[in-house]
């Protein structure tokens, strides 16, 4: 039977299906062209990137650290290069196996272990840490021969960071150590372009000169594209930006004068602040005891970490910005000057001075039994009368003396160019009300007062506000602000900038006020509380000599030092300037738990006077003298002049290149 089909309407059928595939073909093709087009033609420049980075690497170049000077060009701070053994963690399947297999070949000490565990808890796990430092040539080559048992382990040229002096001005050039948590976060903060410069970096200023000054002595970071192998290793460099080194930091600060009043010290605590009244510059800046900075470097130990941390001694507190103490007598002077300036009382106001001062049924003990009898302005600085200013406080009142000594920086903030400094208090009624709670607290009373004008009571002063109101006072009461940096060079186009105090400011001073101060003060030294200090000095100086209260002893009570435990006897303290017609240099010197300041920091202040203005170095009989608190070199028996009584400070070489 034959089967009937409509041949018509099957091919209709058919070219209905050959014109739909055609079309799908031509869509499918006209998609892959405009595919090729958007990958070929809109995406190429991001693409071609994409490429190049998974066939290339970026790697960044840390800068060489700048270096640290003082002010005659002796280095305080540099680099050398030195071979590391390092890990990467996440590359190693057994960590301990390898530490363990590690220390056959080169000597690894449990502390080195317990840095490196240390360090691995503040790092991530792709980040090389080192295990051991400063590896000497054989064990770099015992390494070198067995390294392919080892995958994830290497050894690095690395730049460490030295600080040749050693524990020599560390509160001053402060130290460097690794990026912790707290301070990767910050670095997030900053501007993407301060953010990579910090790529790579694994180091940052952690105290002093080495924290203020962390951008000029970080320098600017290079980069590096190199051609990687699938496995991701560098075959050949494609393109270099180099490092530009940091730049060198010039502090004013002589280190041998500063070595020098670090060994008058000895073992006792305390802080000296040495300043050019002429420009403000920082001479010399003590802190009592100090530490040896290199042992932060690379990650200090446990043990050392906990002498330094819990030591009663307390090395790393900077005394000289952060330490506060009362004056003390050395106050007086200032206080005579308030009361010129004011007109409160004239220089030949005389109050009797009988031992004491009444108030109400109150008595403030001011020379024994014996007092001073009649009593004048110049008498009342040389011969230290307490009695003479209890009075005057009282007559000047809490808040006008706070007036007066405010812009002589008391309680101030100096604007050091280091950073952590503290106010400390310079007290007033409004000081009182917003520093207590309770109403009964808040309230000042009048015989709070009295012991003001001694330097006492609330008072409580840095050593840099010290000495920088007596750089004021001994100028003619013309003020610049400290600072410890003389310039910055950069090391590349040897250019210098200069960093200078800014524009004075005159306080406005009488000079006849200014006169009868400076000249009571050099009665200190001739006739007064430090005579025997000073005795055969080449040179005019001034001083006032200062006792202050560690500990409150009640009025009816004798000061025995003998009775007390050695952190609550009193402080000793000196301030002075010199020479008398034309200030070179002005400081204030505290000796912590050491009694009287004639006996105990005045002989410190006579030995810097003689190096900054004779060139003499005390001898080491002299220098043992002053550390036992004896008051001075027998008279007539000339310091040692131009020879030390320690090795010379040499200059290491300058920084190593990027290795």
């Known amino acids: 039977m034959t089967e009937l089909r409509n041949v018509e309407a099957d091919l209709a059928q058919f070219r209905t299906r050959v014109l739909a595939a055609g079309l799908a073909v031509l869509v499918a093709f006209g998609l892959l062209a405009a595919r090729m087009v958007y990958l070929q033609v809109m995406r190429h420049d991001d693409l071609l990137a994409q490429a190049e980075s998974n066939r290339t690497a970026v790697l960044p170049v840390v800068p060489n650290r700048g270096q640290i000077l003082d002010r005659h060009g002796r280095v305080l701070a540099t680099n050398y290069s030195a071979y590391t053994l390092e890990i990467t963690p996440a590359k190693v399947d057994d960590l301990d196996a ?6 056959q070949l080169v000597d690894i000490q449990p502390r080195d272990k317990r840095r490196f565990r240390k360090l691995q808890e503040e790092s991530r796990s792709f980040d090389s840490l080192p295990i051991r430092t400063r590896l000497s040539d054989e064990e770099v080559a015992r390494f070198t021969v067995q390294r392919y048992r080892f995958p994830g382990v290497d050894v690095r040229a690395r730049l460490l960071r030295s600080y040749p002096n050693g524990e020599v001005a560390s509160h ?9 948590q707290r301070e990767k976060e910050s670095i997030e903060e900053w501007p993407d372009e301060e953010q990579a410069n910090y790529r790579g970096t694994e180091h940052i200023g952690k105290l002093g000169a080495e924290q203020s000054y962390e951008r000029e002595l970080h320098g600017i970071t290079g980069f590096e594209r190199v051609e990687t192998s699938a496995g991701g290793r560098a075959v050949r460099s494609l393109a270099n930006t180099p490092a530009t080194p940091g730049n060198t930091v010039v502090l004013a600060i002589d280190i041998q004068l500063q070595k020098l009043v670090e060994d008058m010290f000895g073992e006792r605590r305390g802080a000296l602040v040495a300043i050019d009244p002429r420009n403000g510059e920082v001479l010399a800046f003590v802190s009592k005891p100090t530490f040896d900075p290199n042992l932060f470097v690379e990650g200090i130990d446990t043990e050392n970490w906990k002498l330094l941390n819990e030591s009663l001694d307390k090395p790393l507190l900077n005394r000289a910005l952060r330490g506060t103490y ?11 000057l308030g009361a010129l300036e004011i007109g409160t009382r004239s220089a030949s106001t005389v109050i009797n001075d009988p031992g004491y001062w009444m108030f109400g049924n109150h008595r403030f003990r001011s020379h024994g039994d014996g007092g001073l009898g009649a009593v004048d302005m110049y008498r009342s600085i ?10 005057l406080a009282n007559e000047m009142g809490v808040d006008t003396m706070h007036d007066f000594m405010k812009p002589l920086g008391f309680g101030q903030i100096t604007g050091l160019d280091l950073k952590g400094e503290v106010r400390g208090v310079l007290p007033s009624t409004d000081w009182k009300r917003s520093s207590y709670k309770r109403p009964e607290q808040q309230r000042w009373y009048a015989g709070e007062t009295i012991s003001l004008g001694i330097g006492q009571g609330y008072n409580n002063f ?4 010290l000495a920088h109101a007596m750089a004021t006072l001994a100028n003619g009461g013309i003020k610049y602000t400290p600072h410890l940096t003389l310039a910055t060079e950069n090391v590349v186009t040897r250019q210098r900038t200069p960093l200078g105090a800014g524009a004075p400011v005159n306080l406005g001073y009488k000079r006849e006020n200014i006169d009868v101060v400076l000249r009571a003060m050099q009665g200190v030294t ?4 430090s005579t025997r200090v000073f005795a055969g000095a080449g040179y005019e100086s001034g001083g006032k000599t200062g006792t202050a209260q560690a500990v409150t002893i009640g009025q009816k009570d004798r000061y025995d030092a003998r009775k007390l435990e050695e952190h609550q006897r009193d402080h000793a303290l000196y301030i002075a300037f010199a020479p008398v017609n ?3 240099v002005a400081l204030a010197v505290v000796v912590e738990n050491a009694g009287f300041g004639a006996a105990h920091a005045a002989p410190i202040a006579r030995r810097v006077f003689d190096y900054l203005l004779l060139d003499q170095y005390p001898n080491p009989e002299d220098l043992k003298a002053v550390q036992l608190g004896h008051a001075a070199a027998p008279i007539g028996t000339p310091l040692k002049a131009s020879a030390l009584p320690w090795p010379p400070l040499t200059p290491l070489a300058s920084p190593a290149t990027d290795p």
């Open 98 to 103: 390898t530490i363990e297999a590690l220390g």
């Open 172 to 180: 001053v050039i402060g130290y460097i150590g690794r990026i912790n």
């Open 326 to 336: 009362p004056p003390g007598s050395t106050y007086k002077p200032f206080m005579a």
């Open 382 to 391: 040389v011969k230290s009368s307490n009695t003479y200013y209890y009075s």
């Open 462 to 465: 840095t050593m840099l506000q």
């Open 526 to 529: 001739t006739e007064g509380t």
């Open 582 to 584: 034309n200030p070179r």
